[in-house]
């Protein structure tokens, strides 16, 4: 029999730090579903929800991107476009300079053992039927079918191993809801990564675990990300969190991306008032502390009709008459860090 233990992709060259993911003016428009009457007095216009709204940004090799904001801005819906669990409205997505949309469903099948979702809730994600051994070698059933069901669950306590969950023939006949929280999701982790993957999209991955095992978590994250070379697309609402292991960070809201750049520039010097929002949002330890920005009045307005011009400008606390009528473009500040807000210009 052969051994089949954890192999690591390969790597890039040295110095050669390569693009994995490029999203080019990318929309995603949900339409909504109205009477014969309705669409009669709307002359023929379907009403839909503008969930992603003209993105467009590269993640390089190796790294981790952040992509933050409120509920509601479109980033899971960005998320599902990188790995074509949704079909783009217009634009275009790149995986290792691939169009995704372009392939036929048995080469996306195949790519897709290079890409991998972990969600947001890993109870929701696994199979209540299947035990956590099933759970995990399901991908690998269906991605490498040259191994044997003996290499197959060899491959299996080797990557429970990996994520920490020991001794891993002890979890190989458990079901999901006969573990804790943070053990899920170190499961749902293993069964991302089992298939070797060169990329992890991760929605929200410790959201729902206890806040006494959040940083265990993004320690596993990050010492698999070097273990077994991964890039990360992570997606979070916690700004605190996208500090802790971010390189690069986008701020999306209402469908559109308000500001990106170097996680260090874009905390150290938020050009955009959502984002330098979001920043005074972030609980400080400190009772004396007082909060010196006007935070946002009122709530996210409705993607199904997006405010004019700037969308953010009804909750804006410096909003300009021109910020109703013109939508910004982006402004380049300088070491790959850009804001859309007219007062920059």
Do not use: W
């Not at 809801?177 to 499961?187: A, E, F, K, N, P």
């Not at 986008?250 to 010097?269: D, Q, S, T």
């Amino acid at each position: 029999m052969t051994e089949t233990r954890l192999q690591k992709p390969s790597s890039t060259e040295a110095g050669a730090v390569k693009e994995l993911v490029k999203l080019e003016s990318v929309r995603k428009y949900f339409p909504i579903q109205s009477g014969f009457l309705a669409v009669l007095l709307s002359k023929g216009h379907v009403p839909a929800v503008k969930a992603v709204d003209d993105i467009s940004f590269s993640i390089k090799k190796g790294e981790v991107f952040g992509l933050a904001g409120e509920s509601g801005s479109g980033k899971s819906t960005v998320g599902r476009l990188v790995l074509r669990l949704l079909e783009p409205t217009s634009g275009h997505v790149y995986f290792d300079d691939i169009d995704i949309a372009s392939l036929p469903a048995e080469e996306m099948r195949r790519l897709r053992s290079r890409m991998q979702f972990v969600f947001q809730d890993p109870l929701a994600s696994l199979n209540p039927r299947m035990t956590i051994g099933q759970a995990i070698q399901h991908p690998v059933s269906i991605h490498m079918r040259e191994l044997s069901q003996t290499e197959q669950k060899s491959r299996v306590t080797d990557i429970l191993e990996a994520v920490g969950m020991n001794p891993p023939q002890a979890f190989y006949d458990l079901f999901p809801h006969q573990i804790s929280g943070g053990q899920r999701q170190r499961i749902v982790l293993a069964r991302a990564i089992v298939t070797n993957p060169e990329l992890i999209v991760a929605d929200e991955p410790i959201a729902m675990a206890d806040v006494s095992v959040r940083a265990l978590l993004l320690d596993l994250m990050m010492k698999l990300k070097e273990e077994f070379n991964l890039t990360y697309l992570f997606i979070t609402h916690d700004l605190a969190t996208a500090k802790y292991v971010c390189d690069r960070i986008a701020i999306m809201y209402l469908g559109k991306m308000c500001e990106i750049g170097p996680l260090n520039e874009v905390y150290r010097h938020p050009a955009h008032p959502y984002t330098r929002a979001l920043l005074e949002a972030v609980p400080v330890p400190d009772p004396l502390y007082r909060r010196t920005e006007q935070m946002p009045a009122g709530e996210i307005p409705s993607a199904i009709n997006p405010p004019s011009g700037c969308h953010f400008h009804p909750r804006c606390p410096v909003a300009i008459k021109q910020c109703q009528e013109i939508d910004p473009e982006f402004v380049d500040l300088g070491n790959g860090h850009k804001a859309a807000c007219l007062l920059l210009k």
